[in-house]
Each structure stands twice: as structure tokens, then as C-alpha cells.
């Protein structure tokens, strides 16, 4: 993975050294609470209902094993012991003293991590594909254009105080695992018709609010040119994008009410007159490769024949198999997935024990490293055959290997009513409904793949309207609602869920849920999978069944 | 009162005169909107004294003339510390109208910007509370090294 260099540690160190300062100024009453918190966003840190919330980066969400133990160490020394994943990749502490987050960042500056620009309205995280590297189906490995894109937007002058946050994605294969067509901008690294890899640049795309799928604005942009690309659409946006108003602010309003056509010939116009010097050389691209190269994989790890022997005498280990390991470009190895939707523990939440205990698993048997997924699970993407069966057991003994990968019970949650200021409603209560009421592993396998996420706002952190099914927390006089859409997705067929209809209350949401899985069940085709069925019959048999008895 | 220029203290030599103020009789230094320069261009041609011009944020980039490049103030105006437009035209007025002059940031921005103000274009500052000059100054080194290129 990449390793900093001198300068990069030194920007890290500065911007410590920096956010130090503007905290002690803040505590003498030298920055009112308007600066400080402009500040403090654009350095991770949320003041939220019970305490101050610290994002930290996790750049397309790779980890080495020192930095997890670091992650770890903070968890125990700065919080209550445990800490979150969330759906951009990142982790967040949700229990951390305001006085005490310098130290916090010098801690994460000696492990080359930090919190800058995890939250504000400025160029945010830039997430990827959690298979980046080992994908099957993957063109190229994105994460180098992952970090040539982080360099660039890290204190990047010019937009730091845009009209609202940015968030850019990266894709580099068949399937869109980096639901990259709901972000302000998508690169997909494509070939063109002389071989060549270049990039498809989408703008527009979002959640939230007002939902809505990127477009794209340039079907194959030449190597060179990607930084200059994205500082046009900076540009255009920084002077353009709407400041009246928080919630029209986003680059996807810029586009919707400018029109596509239009926003395009403005970012190709600025493009024309700043291309030219700002090209990324081959070099650049080549010596960045060097720090993704692949890991001295066992050229015999096909030949094992354990791992069969393991799969026929536990049936346990089979199942999990299935469903929390998926392909690994190389024969002989798979990617393990980490599942953080234990049914007793908060979606995403993960202890300082099982953090530690992930690094030693990490350093045995998947080359030092880890992935966070945008489903907010963990990875170890490079495993050997013949290990699967002894990391199962020790993964086992820490409860990561729920075998619910992609089933209705690995649910997207935010933090909810129960740590958010801007939250509505509960949103982990409902995920422990679901939780308590589908326990039945053989029904969950059996109802396959699911997505479902759940939100305690219209912000809309879970992602609820791309969820296939999606439930929106919503305050009715001092109540607690939700709102159900159908047949969302982030993937390549992007779709926003529609309203099945009224909100319900909190008690009937399971029953709700319960009702749209019996009417799946009664009209799938075999093994069509949910969201299938959903867009094949549309959402009129659903509605009739969850609101036949109010 | 004292501005920064050129990370030095310098007694400001310049007057905003707002849009409904006539032309002061002295030929003193004055910068007025861009809305003002470019309707009254006749009669500021006659003012003896030299004229610099105050950007706002919602000024288009459009509407600014390539003969602003021979102006030798431009002042942008930061209403709110929020609102980054003012970056961007700094970039513009160096980058793509090749202006030479100086670049002044004014109203409401905070010492936590200057760094980069700086690196955008901007090369003098005029704080609203003069007792800030000293920590305003040490603004300028609060990074050594950068990922992007700099204007200046």
C-alpha cells in the first residue's frame, strides 16, 4: 500500500501541529464557534448529542495492520473501547474529549493516517472498490489513481470552503462496487478502442435529500488530463454551485437546474484553458503503481486440497464460505469478508479486542493489510485456500463470521437518534428488530441477496434510497415514522427506491418488512433475486399486501 | 490603518468608496464595485487619483473585463469567511488574466485562510481588527510543503 514520503508525513505533522493551535485558540474564546467549527469539520470532528464525534480518513478505505492496532489503541485510551466503520469507508469515534483530539491526530499522524477533510464542505474522502487489486473482473487497480486523487485534493487551496461537502469514487471494474454513480463525481477507469485505459468522468450523482444519478459528462478522458478534469469541475462548481440554500447546494442541483449539456460545454470550456501544465506524467502513474504492487502471492496455492476435505466434514464453515468470501483474481485465493453485522452489536461497530485480534489475522494470513467496505464490513482480500478453514475458527471465536454477507440481515445503519444531532429517529433499534425477528439462517440464505439500509434522517447517511429496501426515519409530533422504498440500488443498475407509501410506525416496520419478503417469496422465478422481482412486478403487490390490514 | 502585503506591515493608501458615494474631490486612491467601474467608465476615466477595483463573490468571471489587468488593486470581498468563490477568482485574475497587480482580501475572512489566500493569488490583507496583524503574520508558514502548485 502506499507509504508516505517525508513531505507527506511533514503535511500530516503541520496539520496536527495546525488544529492544535486553532483548538487552544478556540478554548481562549480567540475563535468564535462559527470559525472553530468550520475548522474542526475540515479536521473530522463533529460535536454531536452526548460528545464530540472524530471521523478519521480511511483513503479508499486500505489499512495496514499497525494502523488497526493504532485504531485500536484509541478506542481504549480515547473512547469507550470501540469504534465505527461507516459507508465512506471511514471510522468514527463517537465518544472522544474535544481537548483531547490533537493528541488523537498526532497519535493517528504516526501511523501515516489523519481526520483532514473528513467532513465541511470541502473535498472529502475519496472511496474505491473494496476488492481494488484482487477483483476478478477488475481493468487496472484504481487505488494508485485513488492516491494521485487524495494528493490533489488534500489542502487543496482553492476548495476549501465550497458550497457544500464533495465526494469523489473511483471504479475500476466490471461491477460498481463503489457506488460510484451516487457520488458528486464518479471516474471509472475505461479502455478505449485502441486499448488504451483512460477514464469515464460521471458528475451529478447523490443521496441524501433529493436523490439522484450521476451523468456522464466525459465518456473517456485521457490519462494525463484526470487532475485537470476534476479541478475544471471544482471550478465550475466552487463559482456556480448554489449558496442560498444547504439543501440545493450539492454539485447534483448545479447540474440538474444548469442542465448537463450545458454544465458539460462549461467544464470543458475551463478545462481547455488550465489543461495544459497540468498534466499527471506516465512516471507519476508508474512509480505510484510501484507502492499497489501485488503481494508475493504462493504460486501453489490451487493445489491444496484441505480446504475441500474442510468444506465436506463442516457444513458451518461451508455456509460461511458461500456467502463471507468471494473471488480473488488469483486461483488458490479468496477475499474474506469481515462481517461487523454481528445480530447483538450496532451495524459497523467494532471493539478495541476484536480490532487487535484483527491485525494478528490480518499479519497471518492476509499480507499485513485490511479493506473497509462501503456496507461497513471489513476485508482480508488476500487469503490463501488453505488457511480459510483456520481463519474461519479464529475469526469465529471474535464474531465476524456471521455469514449474512449481502443477505437482509447485513444491513446499512447509521448511528441514528441514539448519537446523531440531526437524527429523527432511531435507526440501530430497527436494525435489531430485524435482527431478533430474522434469525433463521436457513430463511435468510434462502431470501439471498438484500440490501437493506436504514436511516434516522433525509440526510440520508445510510444510504436508504438506493437500499432495495430502504427505511427513512421520520419525527411525526415527537413520534418516530418510517418510510419504506422498494427497488433501489447503487450498483451498475442504479436505481432510487420508490415509496411503497405511507410512513408506519416503529413497532411495524418488521411486520412490514416481514409482509414485502412473503410477497418476494410468493412471486419470485427460482432464484431471481429480490431486487429482480421488485423491478418485474413493480411495487403495486407489495403496497396492496402492507397496507391490506392498518 | 495597517494592511499586510507581501507578508510585510504597510500603511494602507487605499478607500473603498461605496456605489452611492460620489468621487471625493482629492485625487486619493480609491477602488469601486465592479457594477460601478463598468457603468461609469467615462467619468472615472477624468478622476485624477488611481482606481483599483472590489470584487464580490457574485461577481460572474464573465463580466470582468480583460482590461482589469491594468488595474493596480483588486480587492475580493469575503461577506461571510464561507463562501470560497473569492478563491477561485484570485486563481482566475493570476492564472488566466495574467494580472500582475495586487490581489487584496478584504471583509470577513479569517487569519485561518490566509495560508490559502495566499496560495491562490492573494498577496495582501486587510484585517478588520489590527490586532491581529501579529498573529496574521504567522499564517503564512503554517505549511512548508504542498501538493499543488502555487500561484505565487
Excluded at chain 1, 473482473?137 to 485534493?153: A, G, K, M
Excluded at chain 1, 462496487?177 to 457520488?183: D, L, S, W
Amino acid at each position: 500500500m502506499y507509504q508516505y514520503n517525508d513531505k507527506d508525513q511533514t503535511l500530516i505533522n503541520e496539520r496536527v501541529a495546525q488544529f492544535r493551535r486553532q483548538t487552544e485558540r478556540f478554548l481562549k474564546g480567540e475563535l468564535t464557534e462559527d470559525q472553530f467549527r468550520t475548522l474542526r469539520l475540515m479536521n473530522g470532528l463533529y460535536i454531536q448529542t452526548h460528545a464530540p464525534m472524530l471521523r478519521v480518513a480511511i483513503p479508499y478505505g486500505l489499512l495496514n495492520s499497525k494502523q488497526v492496532r493504532k485504531l485500536a489503541e484509541i478506542a481504549r485510551k480515547y473512547d469507550k473501547g470501540y469504534c465505527h466503520f461507516s459507508t465512506r469507508q471511514n471510522v468514527q469515534y463517537n465518544w472522544p474529549k474535544l481537548e483531547a483530539v490533537p493528541d488523537i491526530l498526532e497519535e493517528l499522524a504516526s501511523v501515516q493516517m489523519h481526520a483532514i477533510q473528513t467532513s465541511g464542505n470541502c473535498l472529502r474522502n475519496t472511496t474505491s472498490d473494496h476488492l481494488a487489486g484482487v477483483a476478478p473482473d477488475e481493468l487496472e487497480d484504481p487505488r494508485p489513481y485513488c492516491e494521485i486523487i487524495r494528493q490533489w485534493s488534500t489542502f487543496h487551496p482553492e476548495f476549501a470552503y465550497l458550497p457544500r461537502k464533495f465526494k469523489i469514487a473511483v471504479s475500476a471494474s466490471k461491477t460498481d462496487r463503489a457506488a460510484t454513480q451516487f457520488h458528486d463525481i464518479g471516474v471509472h477507469l475505461v479502455q478505449n478502442d485502441s486499448g488504451q485505459i483512460g477514464f469515464k468522468i460521471l458528475a451529478g450523482g447523490g443521496l441524501g435529500r433529493t436523490p439522484i444519478i450521476g451523468q456522464v459528462i466525459k465518456p473517456y478522458l485521457e490519462k494525463q488530463h484526470l487532475l485537470s478534469y476534476l479541478e475544471a469541475i471544482l471550478r465550475i462548481y466552487n463559482l456556480y454551485g448554489r449558496r442560498d440554500n444547504k439543501y440545493k447546494a450539492r454539485i447534483k442541483i448545479l447540474v440538474k437546474e444548469t442542465g448537463v449539456e450545458k454544465f458539460t460545454e462549461m467544464v470543458n470550456a475551463e478545462w481547455e484553458k488550465i489543461k495544459h501544465g497540468m498534466e499527471v506524467s506516465l512516471s507519476r502513474y508508474e512509480s505510484m503503481k510501484t507502492h499497489f504492487a501485488p503481494h508475493p502471492y504462493n504460486a501453489v496455492a490451487n493445489q491444496d486440497s484441505s480446504l475441500d476435505a474442510a468444506l465436506s466434514k463442516n457444513s458451518e464453515f461451508a455456509t460461511w464460505l458461500k456467502f463471507n468470501t468471494t473471488d480473488h483474481k488469483i486461483d488458490g485465493y479468496r477475499a474474506v469478508f469481515a462481517s461487523l453485522k454481528a445480530p447483538d452489536s450496532p451495524p459497523g461497530d467494532v471493539t478495541h479486542q476484536q480490532l487487535d485480534a484483527i491485525a494478528n489475522l490480518a499479519d497471518d494470513y492476509s499480507f499485513g493489510e485490511i479493506r473497509t467496505t462501503h456496507r461497513q464490513n471489513l476485508v482480508f482480500a488476500d487469503v490463501e485456500k488453505s488457511n480459510l478453514f483456520t481463519l474461519w475458527q479464529k475469526m469465529k471465536a471474535l464474531k465476524l463470521t456471521t455469514p449474512n454477507i449481502g443477505t437482509i440481515t447485513d444491513m446499512i445503519c447509521c448511528p441514528g437518534l441514539d448519537f446523531c444531532s440531526l437524527a429523527n429517529a432511531g435507526s440501530i433499534g430497527i436494525a435489531k428488530q430485524i435482527n431478533d425477528t430474522f434469525d433463521n439462517l436457513d430463511y435468510v440464505h434462502d431470501l439471498g441477496e438484500i440490501k437493506i439500509n436504514i436511516s434516522g434522517c433525509m440526510n440520508g447517511c445510510a444510504h436508504q434510497s438506493v437500499g432495495n429496501i430502504g427505511i427513512l426515519g421520520v419525527d411525526k409530533k415527537g413520534v418516530e415514522w418510517y418510510q419504506i422504498t422498494l427497488g433501489g440500488s447503487s450498483e451498475n443498475d442504479a436505481s432510487i427506491g420508490d415509496r411503497l407509501g405511507p410512513a408506519v410506525a416503529k413497532e411495524k416496520v418488521v411486520t412490514a418488512v416481514k409482509t414485502i419478503l412473503d410477497v418476494y417469496i410468493q412471486h419470485r422465478h427460482q432464484e431471481e433475486p429480490f431486487l429482480n422481482t421488485v423491478k418485474r412486478i413493480g411495487i403495486t403487490p407489495f403496497r396492496e399486501k402492507v397496507y391490506a390490514n392498518p | 490603518m495597517q494592511i499586510l502585503k507581501d507578508q510585510q506591515l504597510t500603511d494602507n493608501t487605499w478607500k473603498f468608496l461605496p456605489d452611492d458615494a460620489e468621487l471625493p474631490d482629492e485625487p486619493i486612491n480609491i477602488t469601486v464595485s465592479l457594477r460601478r467601474w463598468l457603468q461609469e467608465q467615462e467619468i472615472l476615466k477624468k478622476y485624477p487619483g488611481k482606481l483599483g477595483i472590489r470584487l464580490n463573490p457574485t461577481d460572474s468571471v464573465e463580466s470582468v473585463p480583460v482590461s482589469i489587468k491594468n488595474v493596480q488593486l483588486i480587492e475580493i470581498n469575503f461577506p461571510v469567511f464561507t463562501d470560497g468563490r473569492g478563491f477561485s477568482l484570485a486563481k482566475i485574475l493570476r492564472t488566466q488574466f495574467n494580472y500582475e497587480g495586487e490581489i487584496r482580501a478584504v471583509g470577513e475572512f479569517m487569519l485561518d485562510q490566509i495560508y490559502y489566500l495566499s496560495r491562490v493569488g492573494v498577496d495582501s490583507f486587510a484585517l478588520e481588527n489590527q490586532e491581529n496583524l501579529p498573529d496574521a503574520m504567522a499564517m503564512f508558514n503554517e505549511f512548508s510543503d504542498s501538493y499543488q502548485t502555487s500561484v505565487n
